[in-house]
């Protein structure tokens, strides 16, 4: 069949992370189609929590402003005893590294709406919902995936017999835990060995009703490990764990739901959105790549939800994705690139796994002798701080920077406000996502050789300074540091020159301007870039 009838990307699943896909890579003009079992979008709520680089995220996507406009800042996150003095605070309110504060709660139906707008603005995307796959092959040049019409009644799937078969370069698996296309192309979780069942409720306070439980907290209680979060503006969510005597069917009856929640709200102060009894699970897939075949997402890793990190660790998966196959379908880099995903996601992500299970283990703590030593440990100041949130450790960065040694390679990258001919703006809205070559103090083009700018220009990479001297200020070229972040951020790295990825994580950096030709070197060298390279023997031809 004719390349044109082979579409570029077709993503299974059209929760968060196969609708980001869907935009991320609908913006870059491929032809995508994406497929879900669902005839229409989830209605009820679940992840409740995303960061300050998932804001970034959305803003590049173009929604920043409309998510906002669902969402709230987050308040400082608690951790109290049974008696309710505080164990750990954690303040999720204060100035992140992106500008703005480190998290945010929103309500998942309004958050799906504005990606299913988003998704379906894009001319080469096509949503296709209420089709499951059911066949997988792939072939040298393609994948084939056949999907079959199903309808939904009571929660149940009921077939069809319609079919159809539809053809891709690439496949990516978006599709939950269960994923049909892990399963279908042999990839194994491993278990991590983290496992408990909690009873979830959302509910909607009735106008005037206000409250009085903690902003988010998690009471570790023996008696009853609870979670109390906003499920974004207008929202609450409660969380109970499984006790040790109690059945999953007794844990889902409508009694039981107000029996738990009676000490802080009832049936005439709320109306009851959901309640679900689910399995906290901690599992990461071996590999995330199968040939032509990817996951993401659920798919692909599952953890506790005590860093409120479940859906943002797809939607990182998303954004690595989308730059890697930007440059392997334009042909500019070679599929091999694609090989980067797992060694950077996966080391990534099991990090965020073992964090969120050493969390859950102080949470989850039921023995009331296991737990008045935990009490007195934490009130007693014996226990270190949580650990910093992990970069990237191993794929495309500087290795002798590498961040898991404290270097900046692999690190996310420093986002704030500038000020550019008179105009504050964000430094993303000045600057367009891709490849940045950043300077401090100075425009990196002055320092650039010809090689160097042939190789930018098949990247479409773009080179920008900073500042916070008046005096060095350049229109468009180099913009005013207005709160002093980037100063402070290369100052700490003794950095002058850096090179950030399209996915805002630091490639590394130079000490001179002299030394960033050797970068970008170093850059498309570690990319394979066979069209880079053509471009600087061209331009080394030209000058010989």
Not at 194 to 216: A, R, Y
Not at 344 to 373: F, L, N, W, Y
Not at 477 to 483: F, G, P, T
Request: hydrophobic content about 40%; aromatic content about 8%.
């Amino acid at each position: 069949m004719a390349s044109r009838n082979i579409l570029d990307v077709v993503v299974v699943g059209y929760g968060p992370v196969g609708q980001t896909l869907s935009i991320l890579l609908g913006q870059r003009g491929y032809k995508v189609a994406v497929y879900d079992r669902w005839p229409s979008l989830y209605p009820l709520p679940r992840a409740v929590f995303h960061d300050h680089e998932i804001r970034r995220m959305f803003h590049a996507m173009g929604i920043g402003q409309d998510v906002e406009s669902i969402s709230q800042p987050s308040a400082t996150y608690q951790w109290f005893n049974a008696d309710w003095k505080t164990l750990v605070e954690i303040d999720w309110s204060s100035e992140s590294i992106s500008d703005g504060p480190v998290g945010y709660l929103f309500n998942q139906p309004s958050l799906e709406a504005l990606l299913d707008c988003r998704a379906k603005a894009q001319p080469t995307v096509s949503v296709h919902q209420g089709w499951e796959a059911i066949e997988l092959h792939q072939h040298a040049d393609h994948c084939e995936l056949t999907l079959e019409r199903v309808t939904m009644q009571d929660g149940k799937v009921t077939r069809s017999g319609e079919t159809q078969t539809v053809k891709a370069k690439y496949v990516i698996g978006a599709d939950g835990a269960n994923s049909f296309v892990r399963k279908t192309v042999g990839i194994d979780f491993e278990d991590l060995g983290f496992q408990e069942d909690w009873l979830v409720i959302d509910l909607k306070p009735h106008d005037g009703v206000k409250l009085d439980v903690p902003d988010i907290g998690q009471w570790c209680n023996p008696q009853r490990p609870t979670t109390m979060v906003p499920g974004g503006p207008g929202y609450r969510r409660w969380e109970f764990m499984r006790l040790p005597h109690e059945s999953r069917e007794a844990m889902q009856q409508p009694e039981k739901v107000w029996e738990l929640l009676a000490p802080w709200v009832g049936p005439e102060q709320a109306t009851l959105v959901r309640y679900a009894l689910y399995t906290f699970r901690s599992l990461i897939a071996d590999n995330w790549r199968r040939g032509r075949v990817l996951i993401a997402g659920d798919a692909a890793h599952q953890m506790p939800p005590f860093m409120g990190q479940g859906m943002c660790s797809g939607l990182r998966d998303a954004w690595n994705l989308a730059w890697r196959f930007d440059l392997v379908l334009r042909d500019i880099a070679p599929p091999s690139l694609l090989d980067g995903y797992t060694p950077e996601r996966r080391p990534q992500v099991r990090a965020v796994i073992d964090a969120s299970i050493a969390m859950g283990q102080v949470v989850c703590t039921s023995d009331p002798v296991k737990a008045a030593q935990r009490d007195a440990a934490y009130l007693g100041g014996n226990v270190p701080p949580l650990p910093p949130f992990p970069g990237l450790t191993d794929g495309l960065i500087v290795h002798t920077q590498n961040s898991a040694e404290g270097g900046i390679a692999g690190q996310l990258g420093v986002h704030g406000q500038v000020r550019n001919r008179g105009r504050t703006m964000r430094f993303d809205d000045a600057v367009p996502t891709g490849f940045q070559v950043i300077g401090l103090d100075v425009d990196p083009q002055h320092w650039l050789d010809d090689a160097s700018r042939a190789a930018l220009d098949v990247l479409g990479a773009h080179t920008v300074g900073v500042t916070c001297d008046e005096s060095k200020i350049v229109a468009d070229r180099v913009l005013y540091d207005l709160s002093g972040k980037y100063q402070r951020f290369f100052a700490q790295h003794d950095a002058k020159i850096v090179i950030v990825r399209p996915d805002y994580y630091v490639f590394g950096a130079a000490r001179t301007p002299e030394e960033a030709n050797a970068l970008i070197a170093k850059l498309i060298a570690n990319m394979d870039l066979a069209q880079a390279d053509d471009a600087c023997e061209a331009q080394q031809s030209t000058m010989a």
